[in-house]
């Protein structure tokens, strides 16, 4: 049985799903996007990182965390994204390279580098505003395949090519 574009549009909206359950659809869409622009992507086993993948483009590899959006703020023309953990603690650049966002009613992709989304626990998105800062973030897969973002993560403190492999307990 094969599934069709018909048969996703018949399943139920990502608006009814639980919070871990979107997560879990977004990652499968970042998998898809990012694959589908050339990129290696791995998922680390299971839960303990930072991060939820490491993708590696051409000779660079980045800790790419992955959030999601489903609705605008009350009474705002904006979304909220959370770039917190589960524990709403800020990502770092010492966390991440990239926290990726998927705004689900308009299908957009946004590519935060950790410098953007450190210390901050929401981003407002206002997609197809002119004149919002972020929305040079939207769909800039290119950032992921310049060594000059690499070389910024740097000054910031992160060593690009060490990907750390530990397991710290939450505090």
Known sequence: MSISEETLESEPSYK??????????????FMRKAASRGFAVSKPWGDCERY???V???????????KSV???????????????????IPY?????DFLVAYVFPEDAWYVFPATVVENRKTLCINPN?????????RE????????????????????QT???QTCTEPK
């Not at 505003?129 to 973030?137: A, D, I, V």
């Open 129 to 137: 505003s002119k004149r919002t800062r972020l929305e040079k973030f």
């Open 52 to 54: 939820d993948f490491v």
């Open 140 to 159: 800039a897969w290119k950032l992921m395949e310049q060594t000059d973002v690499a070389q910024n993560t740097e000054q910031s403190g992160v060593e």
């Open 162 to 164: 060490a990907i750390e």
């Open 92 to 96: 770092s650049s010492e966390d991440i």
């Open 16 to 29: 009814n799903l639980h919070n871990k359950h979107r997560g879990e659809l977004a990652e499968l869409a």
């Open 70 to 88: 489903r609705a605008k703020a009350p009474q705002r023309p904006h979304y909220c994204l959370v770039t917190t953990n589960s524990h709403k």
């Open 56 to 66: 590696r483009v051409g000779k660079l590899f980045w800790r790419v965390q992955v």
